[in-house]
């Protein structure tokens, strides 16, 4: 990406949020706090599920790699959506903002993809329950990672390409958080609608086909729970898929809102609020509901925690124990 070829701008000044003068220390706070659980509950996750073998399973083999993409995603906007917000308005150099919104439309198309392989699985688990190990197995798995990460990379490398070939003559102000593409296509003075036709076709496979397959694998697992006998057999099939379909409905939301059909009034506030949806209070979501409504992650959280309980038990004993034996020679001496 050669700025001096490509574009007469060689820095983007991002406006952020407005009007929140009085209130943008708290906003940033707010935010700095949302960024550290997002952080530090998908690590959780990703620690559980290496460390813990009860946990070695294609659910949560697919739900780590779901929260390595949050922590990419969110790692790759949140620190200069904070910037911003504290300065009232930050600069970003034209090639960052096109790597920003590289790795935030890459990891978004992954995540999209993952979401959707997450629905494969437990339609398997449930619907085909006899023949899902052999059919999930571990070969499975690691095409089902790979090959959304793939797709989601080559595409938006499609689309990038594209961006960079275009000719940037100013301004050079994006009223927004982060480089995205609609905003970042407003700087340009050449004809953008090939881009926009081009997002316009990739974002059917990316986001409508991927909803519509949901859709269909959520339906046949509903009507395969409801002929389930056994209410405590019914239960436990729902509450392996409630958190999957809870995280699917506010991420694919906000996504079809923004991308897939799209308004006038989201180019500007509202736009934001949508964003933040999907780019800081999903990946939030991502852990507290799994850890939540998930017996085997809340299992392996109290293991834990308890083992680091009872380590401080110990260590405290050996103290105290230490102490009465060295007081002990002291009263001797």
């Given amino acids: 990406m050669n ?9 983007i000044l991002l406006l952020g949020f407005h009007n929140i003068q009085n209130l943008k220390i708290l906003v940033f706070s707010l935010f700095l706090l949302i960024y550290i659980g997002t952080l530090t509950g998908n690590l959780l996750i990703v620690s559980l599920v290496t460390i813990d073998p009860r946990l070695r399973t294609p659910m949560y083999f697919f739900l780590s790699f779901l929260s390595s993409f949050e922590i990419l995603s969110t790692t790759n906007i949140v620190p200069k959506m904070l910037s911003v917000i504290i300065r009232e308005g930050d600069m970003i150099s034209f090639t960052a903002c096109l790597i920003q919104f590289y790795i935030f439309s ?12 997450m629905s494969y699985d437990r339609y ?21 990672v790979f090959w959304p990460w793939l797709i989601g990379v080559f595409i938006t490398l499609i689309i990038t390409v594209l961006v960079n070939n275009l000719q940037f003559c100013g301004p050079n102000v994006i009223d927004h958080f982060f480089c995205d593409l609609s905003p970042i ?3 340009s003075c050449s004809d953008t609608s090939m881009v926009k036709v081009q997002a316009a076709l990739f974002s059917v496979p990316v986001i409508l086909l991927p909803f519509i397959f949901i859709v269909v694998t959520y339906a046949l697992i509903f009507f395969a729970i409801i002929r389930i006998t056994s209410v405590v057999g019914r239960k436990k099939a729902f509450s392996t898929c409630s958190s999957h379909l809870v ?26 609020v949508i964003s933040l ?23 392996a959280l109290h293991k834990y925690l308890g083992t ?26």
């Fill in 106 to 117: 890459a990891s978004t198309n992954s995540e999209c993809f993952l979401l959707t392989v």
């Fill in 124 to 144: 398997l688990a449930i619907c085909n329950p006899l023949r899902y190990i052999s059919i999930m197995d571990l070969r499975l798995q690691l095409h089902l």
């Fill in 277 to 299: 949806l999907y780019i800081v209070v999903t990946p939030l979501l991502n852990p507290i509901i799994y850890t939540l409504r998930t017996q085997e992650i809340r299992a």
């Fill in 247 to 272: 995280l699917v409905c506010t991420y694919y939301g906000t996504l079809t809102s923004v991308y897939l059909f799209p308004s006038k009034d989201n180019s500007t506030n509202v736009s934001k």
């Fill in 3 to 11: 700025d001096i070829n490509q574009t007469g701008i060689s820095e």
């Fill in 308 to 333: 680091l309980d009872t380590s401080k038990v110990r260590r405290k004993t050996m103290q105290i124990k230490v102490f009465h034996v060295s007081g002990h020679h002291a009263l001797k001496k």
């Fill in 185 to 187: 296509l407003e700087l």
